[in-house]
């Protein structure tokens, strides 16, 4: 049933706190309009517990499948941010920046929204770039020969400090 709908656009309603998908239903040719409200929704609600709700609801489950988890963890962020007084702008700022993958960062020092979601970034690039039987560029066993660098010694692996034990 699910293959019936096509998701055309999706947002958010401020007030109150709202989930719009605009979608067609090929069974029947028609465009349509889904609102679900996130209740109890406030700037402290954990977003990953709202997806969740959305998810078991059964009245919401199959529209909320036509969205992938990142694009409604951004639409549920940019909600929490207005509802927390950021503007619209900051808070898409504040999105895209979270959607993109700094190597030199540190990610055991951001909060556990943002790791998920850099996460989820993550795993879908991966799943992008990997190559698996089938495809037309796959091949099995590949060998690659990587430079030999300097190894660096350290004290704690040398031979003498075996005599210890």
């Known amino acids: 049933m699910a293959d019936t709908l096509q998701l055309l656009k999706c947002g958010v309603r401020f007030e109150p706190p709202t989930?719009?998908?605009?979608?067609?239903d090929w069974k029947s040719g028609k465009l349509r309009r889904r609102s679900m409200p996130l209740r109890n929704f406030n700037k402290n609600t954990g977003i990953d517990r709202i997806i969740e709700d959305l998810n078991s609801n059964p009245r919401h489950a199959r529209f909320i499948r036509l969205l992938s988890t990142a694009q409604l963890q951004r639409l549920l962020t940019i909600v929490k941010d207005?509802?927390?007084?950021?503007?619209l702008e900051a808070s898409i700022a504040r999105n895209n920046a979270m959607d993109t993958i700094n190597p030199d960062e540190n990610l055991n020092r951001v909060d556990p929204e943002t790791l998920q979601r850099k996460k989820l970034i993550m795993d879908t690039s991966f799943e992008q770039k990997r190559k698996k039987p089938g495809d037309p560029d796959f091949q099995y066993n590949v060998e690659v020969d990587f430079e030999t660098a300097v190894v660096e010694t350290s004290g704690w692996d040398s031979e003498e400090s075996d005599v210890d034990f």
């Open 19 to 24: 989930l719009v998908l605009s979608y067609k």
């Open 82 to 87: 207005k509802l927390s007084g950021l503007s």
